[in-house]
């Protein structure tokens, strides 16, 4: 099923609600792609999706406990809620390429979808025809603790013949070998990051990195290249942990890092 088609640059929104019933987002997709029969956060509750032009928008009424704000959630009920976010984005993926909206994000009706893709339409439709067919990957190094924090906390062994400038110079040397670690971890990954790029990927982006973890980028790989993706992690896997550090792979994921949204009128609960 698709949606109906509406008036020029208003949103048509198939299915079940209320026009002044706060909207909870989950994605963009194309104009034209179908999400009958699939279910929002509430699993009683249908999807619906709302057309601008060549694009979607994903969303259904908002789930009952979130009417009150994020804000009132015990940690356990949220982290339940993102987890049936991401259900829910996944269960449209597997039809069609989605842009996937950040959890808890709301607009106050259904009137109100048309000024949530103003102006930004057809920059929506280019990035759904760059992602197509890609997933997101995400590279981490570790160290097994903070080297550096633990060489400056930990007591130096003295005996009793060593001097203040002994235990001075014991402890440079820790601090520099912790350091010489982390810089030799973090190389590793950069020789990671460099066969990578030119093995496939179609993007890369840094993430944060504090404490143990010396390395940490999010790719963006075709469906088609995993197998080659993989070869190449696991080669410098090994050399990694020669090095002292650990190569961790999580994915593959929906773009989050790859995906660019300016809602204006939509907000957070």
């Keep these: 099923m698709s949606p109906d088609t509406g008036a020029a640059g208003a949103p048509t929104t198939p299915g079940t609600g209320t026009g002044t019933a706060q909207?909870?987002?989950?994605?963009?997709?194309?104009?034209?792609?179908?999400?009958?029969?699939?279910?929002?956060?509430?699993?009683?509750?249908?999807?619906?999706?709302?057309?601008?032009?060549?694009?979607?928008?994903?969303?259904s009424d908002l789930h009952p406990v979130l009417r009150s704000g994020a804000a009132e959630l015990s940690d356990r009920q949220l982290a339940s809620l993102a987890t049936r976010h991401d259900e829910v984005l996944r269960s449209v993926s597997a039809r069609t390429t989605v842009l996937p909206v950040r959890f808890a994000t709301v607009v106050r009706a259904v009137n109100e979808l048309s000024e949530v893709l103003a102006d930004t339409a057809e920059s929506l439709a280019s990035q759904?025809?760059?992602?197509?067919?890609?997933?997101?990957?995400?590279?981490?190094?570790?160290?097994p603790s903070d080297t550096e924090q633990v060489a400056a906390a930990t007591p130096i062994q003295r005996d009793g013949a060593a001097t203040g400038t002994d235990y001075l110079l014991a402890r440079q040397s820790r601090l520099s070998d912790a350091r010489t670690l982390r810089r030799r971890t973090a190389e590793a990954g950069g020789a990671l990051d460099a066969e990578l790029r030119t093995s496939g990927v179609l993007a890369a982006l840094p993430l944060h990195t504090a404490g143990t973890r010396v390395y940490n980028t999010a790719y963006l790989l075709p469906d088609d290249r995993t197998d080659a993706f993989a070869r190449v992690v696991e080669r410098h896997a090994a050399l990694v942990k020669t090095q002292g550090g650990q190569l961790r792979v999580s994915g593959p994921w929906?773009?989050?890092?790859?995906?660019?949204?300016?809602?204006?009128a939509a907000r957070d609960v």
């Design 254 to 264: 929906l773009p989050y890092t790859f995906t660019v949204l300016n809602f204006a």
């Design 23 to 59: 909207q909870y987002l989950y994605c963009i997709i194309a104009s034209g792609a179908d999400v009958a029969g699939l279910s929002g956060l509430d699993p009683q509750t249908a999807l619906r999706q709302s057309e601008v032009g060549p694009v979607a928008v994903v969303h």
């Design 128 to 143: 759904l025809k760059a992602l197509n067919g890609c997933s997101e990957w995400a590279v981490h190094i570790d160290l």
